[in-house]
């Protein structure tokens, strides 16, 4: 199966699940896993500014627990490396990290589909979600999301 990468180029790409059996409207997207370019600082956790600690039209949410009620993150734009956020939510685990501990995701936007990937940059095992659709994560990506970006 070939797909279409962030920079252009055609890759081909094995088809991963988000979501674990039972998730509502996943959708596994093939994407590329070339690295969209950058490179990462080291930087203390934060909270940016599209990160407002509530879940609203245009986010991806990712959530600390698979049942998705705990503190979660929002992000309206692409973020290349998930170890400099926190979870700005009230609830269990506000203020970790959220790379590599994200169980749960939500797309709230109603055009967007948003791509998570294993590993910083937009490389590792990549899959998307439809608009308006999420669910508790598969074991693939359960615990281990480390960057996201929109298509």
């Known amino acids: 199966m070939s797909s279409h990468s962030r920079n252009g180029r055609w890759a081909r790409r094995s088809v991963a699940m988000v979501f674990g059996a039972g998730a509502a409207m996943a959708l596994a997207v093939p994407v590329s896993a070339e690295a969209a370019g950058g ?16 879940c609203t039209g245009g986010e991806y949410c990712m959530y600390q627990n698979i049942a998705g009620t705990q503190s979660f993150s929002d992000f309206s734009v692409d973020d290349p490396n998930l170890a400099n956020n926190v979870y700005t939510s009230p609830g269990i685990g506000q203020g970790t990290v959220v790379a590599n501990t994200a169980k749960f995701g939500w797309n709230h936007d109603a055009a967007r589909t948003v791509v998570i990937c294993t590993s910083p940059n937009y490389t590792g095992s990549c899959a998307g979600t439809f608009p308006n659709s999420g669910g508790a994560y598969s074991v693939t990506y359960r615990g281990n999301v480390e960057s996201l970006y929109w298509s």
């Open 39 to 54: 490179s990462a600082t080291a930087a203390l956790p934060a909270v940016y500014a599209n990160q407002d600690g509530v």
